[in-house]
């Protein structure tokens, strides 16, 4: 998942993708094999469903060593508060690894978010991250993540992508037709899922 055309300082090419899904389709397996096969890279969950990732060490980004661990680390950000637009705002200190907004709709609902993102999304290159948006389907993800989004891993989804026409541009139909597809074959298989390249 290689994508971007732009090497950072270690030649890896930074991606940012989407995991889409309705409940109970995978997408907490698929993201814990992927950060299984990253290994040697840390990563940061920021979540509100703590519950599924008891597993995972907790860090609140306070203090500098916060941001120097090994391995998997999660952090809570919860609807919109003056705190948490301030974790938001943290990331911009988080260097060399895996950052994944797990159900980003329940804190990610405003301009001021948005802002936060779109700093972020400018500057992931240099930081040298890959950045996953896990939801449950296209119009879950705030329209900010859409012009920088390389990857969609596609599950079973609910929603019309065509809320995200717009912000799909030439890829729109394409996305379409793959929604249709895997939302069939879920029928048989509820786990089914397709990876689509946008660029």
Not at 39 to 54: P, Q, S, Y
Not at 87 to 94: E, G, P, S
Not at 159 to 179: C, H
Request: hydrophobic letters at 35%; one cysteine or more.
């Amino acid at each position: 998942m290689k994508t971007d055309q732009t090497n950072n300082d270690t030649g890896r090419r930074p991606f940012m993708t989407m995991v889409l899904g309705t409940n109970g389709t995978g997408k907490s397996t698929i993201m814990r094999e992927i950060l299984d096969k990253c290994n040697a890279r840390k990563a940061l969950i920021v979540t509100n469903h703590i519950e599924e990732w008891r597993d995972v060490p907790e860090v609140d980004l306070t203090k500098r060593e916060d941001f120097l661990f090994e391995g998997i680390r999660k952090t809570r950000c919860f609807p919109p508060t003056k705190d948490d637009i301030g974790t938001l705002a943290k990331l911009r200190y988080f260097r060399k690894g895996i950052i994944v907004f797990d159900d980003a709709r329940l804190y990610m609902k405003d301009a001021k978010t948005d802002n936060l993102i779109e700093d972020l999304m400018i500057s992931y290159r240099q930081q040298e991250l890959d950045i996953f948006v896990v939801a449950h389907g296209f119009t879950k993800v705030r329209p900010v993540f859409y012009s920088y989004v390389s990857n969609i891993i596609l599950f079973r989804t609910l929603d019309s992508v065509a809320y995200r026409k717009m912000e799909l541009g030439e890829n729109y139909q394409k996305i379409v037709d793959t929604q249709i597809e895997v939302n069939k074959k879920s029928e048989k298989n509820p786990h089914y899922y397709k990876r689509i390249k946008l660029w």
